[in-house]
């Protein structure tokens, strides 16, 4: 898959260049491509089979979620899964990009983005909502977010960006505008930067929603005094 090697070809129409210089860290971005872009990064099917692998649901890596009224739970039966799913839930597969070797599809494509942004992703996630059902309630993320949708549709309401001060404080206020309503099919990708609340919904009727998304949290002080804490902690002579 050439989106997976090729920066310019993943942020497409605007390229790589232009899309840092304008977007990243600023405004969200909708890059339009073949709807076929993104077919050897996950299937329906491939999707399935890893949650039939023995072993794969047992360490708390599969979820269910739903939106409204907000749950959340671990699952470790693919039966659990399907009959959830038929009831509105969302399916959340956590950091697959960690779980693969280096040549796997999602690890390619985290490493292309990697190696541009300078840090490999903190979170990813793939999502899998039934047609019409809600993907989340409104939210902001602390990471830079970029989504790849790969099957079905998702439409994302996209409210004003909150300032660094104010990331602490809940996104389901009434005060807040929405910007722009955005719909992506298969083949297209949006990013989201930190801060920018936002709630999503499924396609209404076209059959499961499916997108894998890549989070990359700045590198502010708070994140830094993180990162050289855990690497401290995981180093015996630092550690001592």
Known sequence: MQCATDLDELLRPEGADRFFDAWFGREAYRGAGPADRF??????????AW?????????????????????????????????????GWTLQVV???????PTAPL??????????????PSVSAV??????????????????????????????????QLSPELLDMSSDRPDLRPTEDVEIGPGDLLYVPRGMPHQ??????????????????PLDWTALTGLLAARAAATPELAA
């Open 127 to 160: 999502f899998l909502t039934p047609a019409g059902a809600a993907g989340s309630r409104r939210h902001h993320d602390r990471q830079d977010t970029f989504t790849l949708q790969l099957a079905g549709t998702k439409r994302w309401r996209l409210f004003e």
């Open 95 to 101: 950091d697959p990009h960690r779980r693969f070797g």
């Open 39 to 48: 077919d050897d990064v996950l299937s329906l099917a491939r999707l399935d």
């Open 107 to 120: 690890s390619r494509i985290a490493e292309t983005l990697s190696r541009r942004i300078g840090r490999a």
């Open 200 to 217: 999503v919904l499924a396609g209404a009727g076209e059959g499961l929603s499916l997108s894998v998304v890549f989070g990359f949290t």
């Open 51 to 87: 949650l039939r692998q023995p072993g794969f649901m047992a360490d708390g890596v599969v979820r269910m979620r739903r939106a409204e009224p907000f749950d959340q739970r671990r699952v470790r039966q693919v039966e659990e899964v399907y009959a959830l799913l038929a009831e």
